[in-house]
């Protein structure tokens, strides 16, 4: 028998028909157009900071949405009947993008089409997971088909893994990019943003959003102002000695562009920054070319170079992140672990 709490919690009969009668518009609607449906819900729920999300999120989360519905649609089956084994072959027929002239690897040839990534599986399980609780909430749907899989989703494949140069790498790297020549204007913007990379930590996103302006080259303390057009990852990097002297005969060399302009455009003459794909290609051609052989051959692995160069020296987790515009110490840990104990040892 239930307690009087209960009692009171309890909705009214007026009210139990109210909530029948949303359920029942509701499914209807989830059945006939499950993408509208989802748009709707997405548009009214909020994002974990407390915000509602934005229209860019929102297209991106649909877009999702409407891959998964196609594959329910191609089962013959809805939204509100799909079952796991259907979620779970979803999952098993996830793939990533085609394989673009200049990605290839040993696995992969122009043209292929290679499974989804794991970060990409573990957003749609994310994405799944929030609309099947809202479905089972909402009495449009009974159960939630994904929570068997969560477990196996949500797990990494394999062991975290940071990629980054040791000492001779890097030095092997530096040596190779301070030998090109800077007589050809790509030839010299492509050893700057190389070099640039190594001495600062920034990412390849925040290397494409650079402006003219960014750049603070005094004698007291050079450094980036990164993101100045994004509050949350704003922050300064500082630049170490060793891109100096490339980077001012750039600045020479581009001498006469606004403030406002990349400080990596595509071409001469050109107002629009490179792109990050581009910047990719040229990074991993260097560490190609100077003998690096990693699985990770992009400018990630030459902030996370960075970041271990800065722990290594002493600096602490905390200013280096600082620098970088970490908001998570999840990176900070893991190069920890790749340096020498307070004993000397090399770490397992």
Not at 76 to 98: I, Y
Not at 177 to 188: G, I, K, L, Y
Request: with cysteine.
């Amino acid at each position: 028998m239930p307690c009087m709490s209960q009692i009171h919690s309890l909705p009214s009969a007026r009210e139990q028909t109210v909530l029948a009668f949303v359920a029942q518009e509701d499914r209807q609607l989830w059945q006939s157009e499950p993408v509208a449906a989802f748009r709707a819900w997405r548009r009214s729920m909020k994002a974990a900071n407390g915000y509602a999300y934005g229209e860019r999120s929102i297209r991106q989360h649909c877009a999702m949405f409407a891959t998964f519905v196609a594959f329910c649609e191609a089962q013959s089956v809805s939204v509100l009947q799909v079952g796991t084994a259907q979620v779970e072959g979803f999952f098993q027929a996830l793939s990533g993008r085609p394989i673009k002239q200049g990605q290839d690897s040993v696995r992969y040839r122009e043209g292929d089409v290679p499974p989804a990534a794991v970060s990409t599986r573990r957003r749609y399980a994310q994405l799944l997971m929030q609309s099947f609780e809202h479905l089972a909430k909402a009495r449009v749907r009974s159960g939630n088909p994904i929570a068997p899989l969560m477990k196996t989703l949500a797990k990494p494949e394999a062991p975290g893994f940071v990629s980054y140069l040791s000492k001779a790498q890097e030095d092997a790297f530096l040596a190779h990019v301070q030998a090109m020549t800077e007589v050809d204007w790509c030839e010299h913007r492509d050893k700057t943003l190389l070099l640039l990379l190594s001495a600062s930590g920034v990412s390849e996103g925040e290397l494409v959003r650079l402006r003219v302006g960014d750049v603070m080259l005094t004698d007291y303390e050079p450094a980036l102002q990164v993101g100045q057009r994004s509050l949350k990852h704003a922050h300064a990097a500082p630049i170490a000695a060793f891109a100096h002297m490339t980077l001012q005969s750039w600045l020479k060399r581009i001498d006469g562009a606004v403030q406002d302009a990349p400080l990596f455009a595509e071409g001469p003459g050109n107002v629009q920054p490179m792109l990050a794909r581009d910047v990719y290609l040229t990074t991993r051609a260097a560490l190609e070319a100077s003998g690096f052989a990693g699985k990770q051959r992009g400018p990630q692995t030459l902030r996370n170079t960075f970041i271990r160069r800065q722990l290594w020296n002493g600096k602490e987790p905390a200013a280096v992140m600082a620098w970088t515009g970490l908001v998570s110490e999840r990176t900070i840990k893991k190069l920890l672990r790749t340096l020498p104990n307070r004993h000397g040892a090399s770490p397992a």
